[in-house]
Structures are given as structure tokens and as C-alpha cells.
């Protein structure tokens, strides 16, 4: 088995495995304890050390089942690296509980993950999107005090512009507090502009690390909906009627039926060439892989040999058809 690199998460100490395994739609929705057991100990069997979460995902329950089924894996918590994220909230349309980075939220918001995870402390903390309606400097002081608590050891955004990014890391920059050290952003073939456009100068600047998100495009980039949408998959699944149409969209699936060609080229599934295309890009620490079988587990770290095999030759070939319109 080809082996996992480890990545630093930006400029920062924490090493991340090259792929890692997160619960969005997964955990809670399709997998219940046992399975979303037998997910995580494939995933680590093949190096996997980060598992990515949110408090939002299956309201609440993503979390509790992550945090039983590693509890009854026995790891050693120093054994791998867990990550929440805070901002929709799980309690309806309630002031200070929902849409929000105020202070209250936040402190709240973590204290509510642990006893859902189970933990005593996460070790990435997200605020999930930017809030325009609170000062980046109260939520910047929020965060950077429950990392000094210890409830949090690092902490990032997800989905914040540039700029506000920035603007974060220079307000606890001058205040002396604990910086964001990553941001989680989408980024898979079909979707580039942050990772590779706005973001581009943050990187060297204050050494931003990536957990980068649906290296699939939910699923599109495994080549499961070019004949349509197959029984059980994420397109088929009630509430995610807003994905069908980018799903089976029909350029992009032709798209995919090119990209299938130099996969087999490369023998490799159209997955793994997919999921290894965002792994060899330098400034992605880990890529988060997304799965609801442990079938799909074992197939996507196999992403780790296409990545072996992916020349920059290549890279172009994929490229050029991605960004053909
Ligand atoms: P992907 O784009 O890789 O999609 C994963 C889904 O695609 C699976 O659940 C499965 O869905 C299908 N799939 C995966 N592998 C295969 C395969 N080999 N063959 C066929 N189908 C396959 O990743 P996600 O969208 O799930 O995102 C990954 C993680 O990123 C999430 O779990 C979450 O932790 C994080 N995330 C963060 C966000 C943020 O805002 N910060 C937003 C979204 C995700 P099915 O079988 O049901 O069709």
C-alpha cells in the first residue's frame, strides 16, 4: 500500500494526513454508529489522521456519532486530529443561536460539540462562514480565548473571503492573540477560484493552511451520474434536491466521461485521478474525502497511487478539459 504523506497545516506544527475523512451528509443521514466505525478505522488503517465534522451536519448528530464510534475504537486521543466547525447553529431561527460569530454563539456553541463529540477538546475549531453582521474583531477575540482555554487548539474559517481572512489575522496579529492558521474552502476540478485565484497571496503572506472540501463535487467527479442518478446516491437523497441540477448537468458529466479516459489510462478510477489531482496541489494540506460506504473508503485512499502516477503533463490534460466551457 503506497504510503500517506503528512502535510504541516500551513505555516503552523500540526501535521495533517494528505487525505482525510469527513462526515457531511454521511454521518447521521446514511450511516449509523456501526458503519461510520467501519469508514473510520479504514480510513486510519490507510493513514487517514484528520476527521473533519461540524455542529450543523445531521443537527447535531454528526457529531455524536463520530464521538461514540472513535470512543468505542479506543484510539488514543493523541492518536488523531478532530475538527468542528460553528456558525448555522442547530436550535431554529433563535437570536444569538443561529447565523452568527458573536461571542455568545461561539462559547456556547463549543461547549455544546464537546458533549456531543464526547471530548474535553477539538483540535481544529471553523467559524463555517463569515458573518457580516458581528465585528471580525469580537469573533476573533471569542475564538482566540477558547483556544487559550484549551477547548480549541488551532483555529480557521471556512468560506471567508480573502480579505476577511486577512483582516482576521491582522486584528489578533496587533492584539497578540491566537491567529487563524486555515481555511476550508471547496476545491475540486470544477471548482478553482479561491484556491487558486483569491486566496493566492495568503498563503506566503501569513502562511495559511487548506482542508480543502468536495474533491468530488458531491459525487460528480466519481463518474456516478453520467447515465443519471443512480438509486441512494447524494442527488437521489431528500433535501439535497439543490444538488441534481449541477449533478446531471450534462457538460459537465461529458467532462467526466473525458476525464474517465485518462483514468484508465493512468489505471486508476476516475475518482482516485480526481481526488489525487487536488492532493498534488502544493498549498492543500489535507483534502477531506467525503463517503457513505466503506467500499468508497478504500476506493478514494487509493487516490495515493494516482497521485504517484500524476504528472504535470497530466495535470494540464485534466485542466483543459475542466476549463473548457
Ligand atoms: P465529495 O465531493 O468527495 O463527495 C462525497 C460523496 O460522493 C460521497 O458521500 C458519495 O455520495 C460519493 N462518492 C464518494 N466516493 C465515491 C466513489 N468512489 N464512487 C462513487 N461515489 C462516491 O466530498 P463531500 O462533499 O462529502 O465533502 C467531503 C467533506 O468535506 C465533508 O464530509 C465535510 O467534512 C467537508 N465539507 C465541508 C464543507 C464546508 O462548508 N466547510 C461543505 C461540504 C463538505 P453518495 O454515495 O451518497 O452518492
Aim: glycine content about 8%; aromatic content about 8%.
Amino acid at each position: 500500500m503506497t504510503q500517506m504523506p503528512y502535510n504541516r497545516l500551513g505555516r503552523c506544527g500540526l501535521q495533517v494526513s494528505a487525505l482525510s475523512f469527513g462526515s457531511w451528509v454521511t454521518f447521521g443521514e446514511q450511516m449509523d454508529v456501526g458503519l461510520a466505525k467501519d469508514c473510520l478505522e479504514i480510513a486510519r488503517a490507510g493513514g487517514v489522521n484528520f476527521f473533519d465534522n461540524a455542529e450543523v451536519y445531521a443537527g447535531g448528530a454528526s457529531e455524536q456519532i463520530m464521538g461514540r464510534a472513535i470512543a468505542e475504537l479506543g484510539w488514543e486521543r493523541h492518536s488523531y486530529v478532530v475538527s468542528t466547525k460553528l456558525f448555522w447553529g442547530i436550535h431554529g431561527d433563535v437570536p444569538n443561536m443561529s447565523n452568527t460569530l458573536n461571542r455568545k454563539y461561539l462559547l456556547q456553541g463549543i461547549d455544546r460539540s464537546l458533549e456531543r463529540f464526547g471530548l474535553d477538546f477539538v483540535d481544529l475549531l471553523y467559524c463555517h462562514r463569515p458573518d457580516p453582521n458581528t465585528p471580525i474583531e469580537e469573533t476573533v477575540w471569542a475564538m482566540s480565548d477558547i483556544v487559550s482555554s484549551g477547548k480549541a487548539l488551532y483555529w480557521g474559517t471556512s468560506e471567508w473571503s480573502a480579505d476577511e481572512i486577512r483582516a482576521a489575522w491582522e486584528i489578533a496579529e496587533r492584539h497578540h492573540l491566537h491567529k487563524p492558521v486555515v481555511e476550508q474552502p471547496q476545491y475540486n476540478l470544477f471548482e478553482t477560484r479561491k484556491v487558486e485565484q483569491e486566496y493566492a497571496r495568503l498563503y506566503e503572506d501569513i502562511g495559511l493552511g487548506l482542508t480543502t472540501w468536495s474533491p468530488l463535487a458531491s459525487g460528480l467527479l466519481s463518474g456516478k451520474y453520467i447515465d443519471g442518478v443512480p438509486d441512494g446516491s447524494r442527488a437521489s437523497l431528500p433535501g439535497y434536491e439543490w444538488l441534481r441540477e449541477l449533478l446531471t448537468d450534462e457538460s459537465q458529466n461529458q467532462k467526466v466521461r473525458e476525464l474517465m479516459v485518462i483514468a484508465d489510462r493512468l489505471e486508476v478510477s476516475v475518482a482516485q485521478l480526481t481526488i489525487a489531482w487536488c492532493a498534488k496541489n502544493p498549498n492543500v494540506s489535507t483534502v477531506i474525502l467525503g463517503a457513505s460506504s466503506a467500499a468508497q473508503v478504500e476506493e478514494n485512499l487509493g487516490a495515493l497511487v494516482a497521485l504517484e502516477r500524476l504528472s504535470d503533463d497530466v495535470v494540464s490534460e485534466m485542466n483543459a478539459i475542466a476549463k473548457r466551457r
